[in-house]
């Protein structure tokens, strides 16, 4: 997706520059960032509810990732149409 991202910015694509482009690029930060503190904590062998409570993180983030691509498809839907 972050190949995706910066293809879209590199295109000058209109709905880079909305708030829901940004907010997507937040939620999708958020997924690698909590990602890689699950990997981190996982090689320092913290306790595995703590682990559980990391990978429910992630698992919402993602949720979130999903839910702001859709708002940026509706935004651009909403732009093509005006």
Do not use: D, R
């Not at 995706?4 to 690029?25: H, P, V």
């Amino acid at each position: 997706m972050g190949k995706w991202i910066n293809t879209q910015e590199q295109n000058g694509e209109k709905f880079t520059t909305t708030s829901s482009w940004n907010e997507l690029k937040i939620s999708h930060e958020q997924v690698h960032s909590n990602i890689q503190k699950y990997i981190n904590e996982n090689a320092n062998h913290i306790p595995q509810n703590q682990l559980a409570q990391k990978a429910l993180n992630i698992e919402n983030n993602t949720l979130e990732v999903f839910e702001k691509l859709n708002n940026v498809l509706k935004v651009n839907c909403n732009n093509s149409h005006s």
